[in-house]
């Protein structure tokens, strides 16, 4: 039973999908968009959702937060300088996901996740 169970596993470990979900963070919020599995997106929308929601409340402990999952300290600051201000009067659902189709080499379902130009 998967009660009260959040998200896929990604035939991952915990450590694992945890520092995907940083990496991919960091790359969203560094290139505005990227492409990637299907369901890696829709793991990945959540978490940087939140990411941006505590960019847009600005305060050190949000900083510290954010710091802890984008290790990378240029992106870090581009979320709370361009990213969060950008959505200020935004009440969520930052990020919009595209279907591509499949990938030629394994069949997989590609999508492109990016950040909502308002």
Known sequence: MRHRVKGKKLSRTAA????????LATSLFTHDKIDTTQAKAK???PFAERLITLARRGDLQARRQIERKIRHRPTADRLFKEIGPRFASRP???????KLGHRSGDGAELARIELLSE
């Open 16 to 23: 694992h999908k945890r520092a995907l979900l940083n990496n």
């Open 43 to 45: 793991e990945l929308r």
């Open 92 to 98: 969520g659902g930052y990020i919009r996901i595209l």
